[in-house]
């Protein structure tokens, strides 16, 4: 059991760094932080301790608190549709890449993904600029990334 515990531990620090490494960053926050008012009308961004750093207590979508590099569909407590819990299971980390033609198009997007035809995405609000989806990203990054899963 004991070595168990070590080869995970092990496993955890190899991952953690490569992950941090995955994780790129291209937007502006400044210009981001502005985009994310349209989020708010959904989502929040409140840290473990309950503190709002982003929105109003929306809670029609998940918590985006640490969502950069954390798999998709994964929130405690948040009731996700079956395809983005999917799209989690089958290794969907919101990294810049992936968050950014999500958000453009998430029905699509998890067509795509999952090669289902039948998925839906539950997001209504799509982000019509590019690099409006970059900046948001990165202002979700500003406010907390999660560099391992």
């Not at 953690?16 to 959904?42: H, I, N």
């Not at 608190?65 to 405690?76: F, I």
């Not at 992936?98 to 039948?118: I, S, W």
Request: aromatic share 8%; with cysteine.
């Amino acid at each position: 059991m004991k070595m168990k515990l070590a080869v995970a531990a092990a496993g955890l620090l190899i991952a953690a760094p490569a992950m941090a490494e995955e994780l790129t960053v291209s937007g502006d926050a400044a210009a981001g932080e502005k985009a994310f008012r349209q989020c708010m009308t959904c989502h929040v961004v409140q840290n473990d301790e309950g503190e709002i750093l982003a929105g109003r207590n929306a809670k029609v979508g998940p918590n985006l608190y640490m969502v950069p590099g954390r798999v998709a569909g994964t929130v405690e407590d948040f009731r996700y549709s079956k395809f983005m819990t999917a799209a989690g299971e089958a290794g969907l980390h919101w990294v810049e890449e992936e968050f950014v033609k999500y958000v453009q198009d998430p029905t699509a997007y998890l067509r795509d993904y999952l090669g289902d035809p039948q998925a839906r995405g539950s997001m209504t609000h799509k982000v019509r600029k590019e690099d409006e989806a970059h900046d948001v990203f990165a202002y979700l990054a500003s406010l907390g990334v999660t560099t391992a899963e």
